[in-house]
Structures are given as structure tokens and as C-alpha cells.
T-cell receptor, first 111, second 115 residues
Framework: SQTIHQWPATLVQPVGSPLSLECTVEGTSNPNLYWYRQAAGRGLQLLFYSVGIGQISSEVPQNLSASRPQDRQFILSSKKLLLSDSGFYLC??????????FGPGTRLTVT | AQSVAQPEDQVNVAEGNPLTVKCTYSVSGNPYLFWYVQYPNRGLQFLLKYITGDNLVKGSYGFEAEFNKSQTSFHLKKPSALVSDSALYFCAVRDLTGGGNKLTFGTGTQLKVEL
């Protein structure tokens, strides 16, 4: 069966510091991968998605970037964090049109 | 553009009573519709999907959803609510713009089941 991992689970970082969040998927090949942010409240905002290695689509201009160095690895990065980058970051995968499956999330607090 | 609307921010129901969480959609073409549940500080869990076929879709944890094309609705239902069903529920629709099998999510409905 397929599983998706995210780490770290929680992170507290000062403003201006770099960021790297990692997501890996097991048990499937060539998945579509997604990064979402869920700000305080509830709304889900799609940040990036990838349909293959090295292929990244950005949905919203921002202070973040994404990379996909391997088939089942998706990384979210920032060179300098802003206070507004705080939130709950979710990675998800899909293998077609039958829905997305989410990781456990990373709670990021920028201080 | 594809969109879904969840008109209720919160739904309160007594344990043992039936529950309904509402969702309406707007799509061009045939809709692919989904329901997810989120517990505090957790990722979203897939509950069920409608792609084609029977209008009543059965999913995880006793939930079901009814697809109604004439009313463009996809309401989530459960015959008898449990306190443990208290969570945040999201409706979503497949977004065909730009490829990538993206989903467009509703704003979420907080379900509170009380004793």
C-alpha cells in the first residue's frame, strides 16, 4: 500500500532563516505531488504541484519554491522566511483523477 | 472554472441523529467530486468520491454522499452521528485547468457532534 511521509512534524524558525520541508511517497511510481498551505482557520491553498521529476508548477507567487529531485520526493524551500509563511503545510500525492492522498502535515511557526 | 461551495461554517448535531454536511458545485463538463475529513493538527483523510455511476456513494466510517445533478449538489450524510465524527470536512472538485489532476477545495465545514 501507499504511504506518504512529511518531516519535520513541527518547526519554529526565526524570520529571515531558510526553510526546507520534505515529503516522500512510498508504494507508487510517478505520482503527481502537491504542496498546500493551510493558514489559521481552515482554507487550503495549493502552492505547487509536480507531474514528474524536475517539473514544478507554481500556483501562487510567493516567498517559497519547490523541487522534485527524485520521483517520490518533493521539497518545499525558502531562502528567507517571512512571518506570513507561518501555517500548516500539507503534501499530497495522486495517481490519476481518483483523488489525492495527504501526508500528516508540518506545523511551521515563524517568529 | 471549477468550484465548490460549503454554505455552512459549522454544523451541530446530537449523537445518534443523522447528519448532513452540504456542498454545491460548479463545473464545466462531468464533475469528479470528493469529500475529505481533517482532525486537529492532522492531514486530510479521504472519505469518498463520485466519478460516475450510482448517485449514492458509500465511503469510509459509515459516511455516504448523494450526487444530485439537477441541484448541482454533493451532500455528505451519515445516518447516526458519533462524537468521534467531530472534525473539519472538506468538499473538493477536480480542477482541469493546467493539468496535474488538481483539486479545488471548499472552505470547510466544522462538524460538532454533542452528547
Amino acid at each position: 500500500s501507499q504511504t506518504i511521509h512529511q518531516w519535520p512534524a513541527t518547526l519554529v524558525q526565526p524570520v529571515g532563516s531558510p526553510l526546507s520541508l520534505e515529503c516522500t511517497v512510498e508504494g507508487t511510481s510517478n505520482p503527481n505531488l502537491y504542496w498546500y498551505r493551510q493558514a489559521a482557520g481552515r482554507g487550503l491553498q495549493l502552492l505547487f504541484y509536480s507531474v514528474g521529476i524536475g517539473q514544478i508548477s507554481s500556483e501562487v507567487p510567493q516567498n517559497l519554491s519547490a523541487s522534485r529531485p527524485q520521483d517520490r520526493q518533493f521539497i518545499l524551500s525558502s531562502k528567507k522566511l517571512l512571518l506570513s509563511d507561518s501555517g500548516f503545510y500539507l503534501c499530497a500525492w495522486s495517481a490519476g483523477a481518483l483523488g489525492q492522498y495527504f501526508g500528516p502535515g508540518t506545523r511551521l511557526t515563524v517568529t | 472554472a471549477q468550484s465548490v461551495a460549503q454554505p455552512e461554517d459549522q454544523v451541530n448535531v446530537a449523537e445518534g441523529n443523522p447528519l448532513t454536511v452540504k456542498c454545491t458545485y460548479s463545473v464545466s463538463g462531468n464533475p469528479y467530486l470528493f469529500w475529505y475529513v481533517q482532525y486537529p493538527n492532522r492531514g486530510l483523510q479521504f472519505l469518498l468520491k463520485y466519478i460516475t455511476g450510482d448517485n449514492l456513494v458509500k465511503g469510509s466510517y459509515g459516511f455516504e454522499a448523494e450526487f444530485n445533478k439537477s441541484q448541482t449538489s454533493f451532500h455528505l450524510k451519515k445516518p447516526s452521528a458519533l462524537v468521534s465524527d467531530s472534525a473539519l470536512y472538506f468538499c473538493a472538485v477536480r480542477d482541469l485547468t493546467g493539468g496535474g489532476n488538481k483539486l479545488t477545495f471548499g472552505t470547510g465545514t466544522q462538524l460538532k457532534v454533542e452528547l
